[in-house]
């Protein structure tokens, strides 16, 4: 059983609505991503979801949920969200927009209500590792949960990396 860590507005959530979830924590590594949590952990990174706070042309935030070992397309993307271009925000902007920290970000319980776009193979997946609101924190869960909880939309913008 790994080490418990406090409660994140993420969990808080996510126990609100009785969502059943495992968690994980790992020593984090700056810029170490999906990838080294994988590693870390064991798990496939296919199975390990980023949570990538972008904006589009006008700087409106957006979330988008993608595999750890794949890059977003942001060309597909903006195409299919009827947007003229999406880029990730800078570090900063992406803090103050989601409450949590870069490298810690959960899609749950952010700081601004934000459009949420999900990757849909993700959704073929019988379980995720997503960011539970803390660097070196996953919560191991349904995918199907982000529809439920975040209203997420599904998209199809994954470039292999």
Do not use: W
């Not at 495992?22 to 590594?29: Q, S």
């Not at 700081?111 to 609101?133: D, F, H, Q, T, W």
């Amino acid at each position: 059983m790994a080490k418990h860590v406090s409660e994140t507005p993420a969990t808080q959530l996510l126990k609100a609505h009785q969502v059943v979830f495992t968690e994980h924590a790992y020593e984090y590594l700056e810029h170490g991503g999906a990838q080294h949590s994988a590693e870390v952990l064991g798990f496939d990174p296919f199975m390990v979801v980023k949570t990538l706070i972008m904006q589009d042309q006008d700087a409106k935030p957006l979330v988008v949920l993608m595999h750890g070992n794949r890059k977003v397309s942001t060309k597909n993307l903006a195409r299919q969200i009827g947007a003229k271009a999406v880029e990730p925000c800078a570090p900063e902007v992406a803090n103050r927009h989601s409450g949590y920290l870069v490298g810690g970000t959960s899609p749950f319980a952010t700081r601004k209500r934000m459009p949420v776009y999900i990757e849909e193979s993700i959704l073929a997946l019988p379980r995720i590792l997503i960011n539970g609101g803390r660097r070196g924190y996953l919560v191991g869960l349904d995918p199907q949960v982000c529809l439920q909880l975040l209203a997420a939309k599904k998209v199809q913008c994954a470039l292999a990396d």
